[in-house]
């Protein structure tokens, strides 16, 4: 690309940016910044009509570029003379800008900051996203060290610290204080692995008066196998992770090998640029790996169809188009698919940007699954693998060395016991889709994405335009065709390549996962229609952390959760609900509610259910007779898992797109169909429904009151024995003594349940009726009545606020 050509597209980065003021701290009371303060307006009101896009902008107006705007809307200097304010305060509406036909209007306070921008000299800024990271002037400690860190170790997170209150310090808000011990640690157990501490956990960390006993409990956590599953559930959620196909029949497909292959590598702290250079081009480097085979799997995620009368043309441009908003997405939060059918209204993406990208997965083979894909299920989407679990693979070698040595002993008693365990290995082993290059197909430039229109031209592997030539630093040589391994190497390259685009979109969803909210608000888009960052130079700082350490995903996910601001206590008081409403200063942490598979897994763990088994096939928890009446090609009945695997984490579960898990869709869970980064969150009537019926929770309840019962001393009187058990109860579940409102609540509950199972034996024994393969270890001298009304305590326990909740 020329440098011309480079200029013209830069320019329009000037405008890129889209937040409102914070609350009651107004763009006045600190510098203006375009960025930050004028980009978000022009934006929502202005852009598209007068943005990027060029076939249908109106008046031959550009008010994204500086050189098009001066002179023709805007006269820097003098907002009175500038025909943009003149426009928004006309009344006619045949002039009036927006017209008011499209339902916008600028605010007084949008006006003045407009006014305010002209008047000091309507200067643009490069956009703030595609601006390598530089270093980052760190202000200095204004407050001694707190003593909690080990002595002569440098507080690296006391970095954060100093931007965040830097930050704050440019208005009201005060750092909240750290919170209590057990706060700090039920946070860190559940962000870290899906997980609540034990009490005696809480405990131990209460009584621990050395220096470092935050951070060594940090580094256990980090270490922990729970920590790769708790990961990987985001990390899912970004690649639309399902073990369903999504269209038609939305038959079983076989993936769950690639879900292990994430946990696997985020336990191993493979680093980021490694990860996602296998998983898009596994199959491209030299003597991949089983591991990056299984990785190129990312490539097949995707929805298919295998519908009878397809039109292959038809779903090869749909799985491009899926392929290429899912890499813009993950990789560069930029919303690409809105370039399918025209150039981007408010990014400078351009259809041909749309099918340049699409032309690096031309030798993904989507052929086989047309000519051979079936409605059986699992379905077949060749290419696929034989392949086993890790900790087998492991084994299997060993085997095989000692099967050679049984051999050359002569030792045929040993070699068939040998033999026999191998041979139940390899009875384990799955199907997986991997990705295996084929000679790339042709790709056109679809007008207006119709694929029936073959008039477009050929196109060859290209990134946007405006963000540069791939050719002129991957050392193609002169005709040679770019692939995929070259795009993975240039989403992380940070010289020539969006590396610090790419550190920085990681580094926001790292803070969104441990403080609740991202720097920049839009976890998906840092593009026109995004929020820009907060705090830009504590997300320069974070994206310079993971360039810097190697693309290090546990060392900076280290630096976030040692930091004071990650330790703060959860502070809304309405003085802050009204400066701050979203908390994206970070003056105090975010609570929230969690994720909906922590919420399974922290309630098994409670009732001393959960398996902590990592990885294997997908498993089929407790759902609704009748769920899946409505799938066909072909029918299907549900059926769900029995033993241990009823208990398997929630990262396990069948993920079926068109019908998620009723519970895992109550709570917000996405179907996967397209990226996710960043769930909803809710507190709705139907979540404690699911919560209070789906058999999986009414069966933990009962465990959860069985281990009440055998863990509680009651030989004192019987009030307080109920006391010990409701407190015994409490310390599980939330890791503290009851107070006096909640033992008078439960006490009520559990004296009105007992009543009533003693008047009605024969509800009592349906309610602690279980299915045949569980089993619940009852103390034996407990009667049913007490067992089914401490069970309904049980329910009550493990649907309280704070039982669900991440603080």
Sequence with gaps: ???????????????????????????????????????????????????PEDKHRAADLRLDRSDAAYGVAIEPGSADESELIARILDPDPEVQMPPPETGKRVTEAELSVLRRWIDEGAEYEAYWAYVKPGPVSVPPSEEPDTGSRSEGVEPDAGIIDRLVRAELSRGPLQPAPRATRRDQLRRLHLDLTGLPPSYDQIAAFAADECPDAYERRVDALLASPAFGERFAEYWLDLVRFADTVGYHGDQVHNIAPYRDYVIDSINDNLPLDRFSREQ?????????????????????????????????????????????????????????????????????????DFYSLAAF?????????????????PTRREPEIDVLGRTDRLRLAELDAAIRSAEAEGNSEQLKSLQEERDAIIARKQRTMVTKAIEPRTVRFLPRGNWLDESGDVMQPAVPEFLGEIGEFAGLPDGARATRLDLANWLFDVERGI????????????????????????????????????????LDHLAGVLIDTGWDLKATVRQIVTSETYRQAVVMQETRRKLDPYNDLAASQSGHRLPAETVRDAVLEMAGLLDHQVGGRSVRPYQPGGYYRHLNFPGRIYTPDQGRMLWRRGVYTHWQRQ????????????????????????????????????????????????????????????????????NTALRIAIGRDANQTERVALTGLLQSEIQRFENDPAACDAFLETPREVTIAWPVETPDAERAAWSSVARAVLNLHETLYRP
């Design 1 to 51: 690309m020329n440098s011309s050509a480079f200029s013209f597209r830069m320019q329009w980065f000037v405008l890129l940016l889209a937040v409102v003021p914070l609350g009651a701290i107004a763009a006045a009371e600190r510098p203006l910044s375009f960025n930050r303060d004028v980009r978000p307006i022009l934006s929502d009101k202005c852009f598209f009509c007068h943005g």
């Design 499 to 538: 590396g610090g685009l790419t550190a920085r979109v990681f580094a926001n969803r790292l803070w969104y996962l441990y403080s609740g909210r991202g720097i920049s608000p839009t976890l998906g888009d840092f593009g026109g229609q995004g929020r820009p960052p907060t705090n830009p130079e504590l």
């Design 659 to 726: 019908f998620l898990h009723p519970t895992l869709k109550a709570l917000d869970a996405p179907s996967r169909e397209e990226c996710t980064a960043e769930r909803p969150r809710s507190n709705t009537p139907l979540e404690a429904l699911a919560l209070l019926n789906d058999p999986t929770f009414v069966i933990a309840a009962k465990a959860f009151a069985a281990r009440v019962l055998r863990e509680s001393d009651t030989a004192a009187s019987p009030t307080a024995a109920i006391e010990t058990r409701i």
């Design 361 to 377: 997965f031309a030798d993904v083979d989507e052929e086989k699954h047309f000519k051979n894909g079936t409605n059986a299920l």
């Design 280 to 352: 898009l081009a596994g199959d491209l480097l030299e003597n991949p790996t089983i591991e990056q085979q299984i990785a190129s799997g990312y490539n097949r995620l995707l929805q298919t169809t295998h519908e009878g009368g397809l039109q292959p043309k038809e779903y090869l441009a749909i799985y491009a188009a899926d392929r290429v908003r899912n890499v813009s997405a993950v990789w560069m939060a930029a919303t690409m698919g809105c370039a399918q059918c025209h150039d981007h209204k408010y990014d400078p993406y351009t259809s041909t």
